[in-house]
């Protein structure tokens, strides 16, 4: 008998996937094994963390994966406006980013100065088509099309799994504005050397480019896991807007050196100059990086999130 999953939403949308043997599969996309009674146990999603900026009219997300549970039962599937190119990431840019947007105070105090940087705020051709598969650092990657919801629905109960109506409606509505989705997962025969860097945070992050139209965050995808989740997006966009629920703290990077930002957070904070080889390479003219920070439960991550038009 043909097993058969839940699907649930993560960042994007889990569809188990295509790649290999069908396996269940969850984490940041959660997709239990069927058991026994009226319904599979939830999986949640936790936590929530990209790497947004631009150049011309293609967004670069970097996506840090972090996972509990049997590397080879991980897997990610995201919707980008057009088809996409994907690669890991090198070097430590999370790392990176959080040292950059964690304000450095002064050491003397100065009680009228308060740090001001947060603030609260089908036919002839098949229905889902696999573009592209390869190989990138550990994970096992595909990009994927689809031509209707129906034909999804369909290639996803052909493939083992079922979806809820949270994520039905969800994968409509990028299908309907005909967007793509990248899938990835654990490579066979790497789960045992990736483990700990899983749990930890430490893989490699996924980088995925894409043609667009404005630079967002498919928000709205993730609502299909139930519960709080935790999100940090880092974003370069010279005027970050304001998101109700989010908190955002602003800081400017100046280029002094080949490996070096000068950073200013802003008033009530010391503007300092330190290495950022990854950060200098990925924004070799640096910018306005905001970090946006929530905890949000399903209902309030039924949105999209835009940050500038491109």
Same mark, same amino acid.
């Given at each position: 008998?043909?097993?058969? *999953? ?29 058991? %026994? ?33 049997? %590397? ?11 088809? &996409? ?18 304000? =450095? =105070? ?7 100065? /308060? ?23 550990? #994970? ?12 999804? #629905?369909?290639?996803?109960? !052909? ?23 990248? &899938?990835?997962?654990? /490579? ?21 480019? #894409? ?5 967002? #965050? ?15 997006? *880092?974003?370069?966009? &010279? ?37 950022? %080889?990854?950060?200098? !390479?990925?924004? %070799? ?8 920070? &929530? ?5 309030? =991550? ?9």
């Amino acid at each position: 008998m043909k097993k058969r *999953f839940q699907v649930l939403a993560g960042v994007g949308l889990a569809l188990g996937l295509l790649l290999g043997t069908i396996q269940p599969t969850h984490g940041c996309i959660a997709i239990p094994r069927d058991r %026994p009674g009226p319904t599979p146990n939830d999986i949640k999603l936790p936590e929530q963390r990209a790497f947004l900026y631009s150049e011309g009219k293609t967004q670069h997300m970097i996506l840090s994966v972090k996972y509990e549970g049997p %590397p080879g039962e991980f897997a990610w599937v995201i919707p980008t406006e057009t088809q &996409a190119k994907v690669d890991v990431q090198g070097g430590a840019p999370f790392h990176e980013l959080w040292k950059a947007t964690t304000p =450095r =105070r002064p050491a003397r105090k100065a009680p009228t100065i /308060r740090g001001a940087g947060a603030t609260a705020p089908g036919a002839a051709a098949p229905p889902v088509k696999v573009l592209e598969r390869k190989a990138a650092g550990p #994970y096992d990657v595909a990009v994927l099309q689809a031509s209707t919801s129906g034909g999804l #629905y369909d290639w996803l109960k !052909k493939n083992g799994f079922s979806t809820n109506n949270t994520v039905r409606q969800a994968l409509s509505s990028y299908v309907d504005k005909n967007w793509y989705f990248v &899938a990835a997962r654990i /490579r066979p025969g790497k789960e045992g050397q990736v483990g700990k860097s899983l749990v930890d945070g430490t893989i490699a992050p996924l980088k995925i480019s #894409y043609q667009a139209k404005e630079l967002s #965050y498919p928000l709205r995808v993730t609502a299909g896991n139930p519960g709080t989740s935790k999100i940090e997006l *880092f974003v370069v966009n &010279a005027k970050p807007p304001q998101h109700a629920g989010f908190q955002v703290q602003s800081f400017t990077l100046t280029p002094k050196s080949p490996t070096a930002f000068e950073i200013d957070g802003g008033p009530g904070t010391d503007i300092y100059q330190d290495a950022f %080889p990854t950060l200098r !390479k990925i924004l %070799p003219k640096g910018g306005t990086l905001s970090k946006y920070s &929530a905890v949000l439960p399903a209902e309030q =991550r039924k949105r999209e999130l835009s940050f500038a038009k491109l």
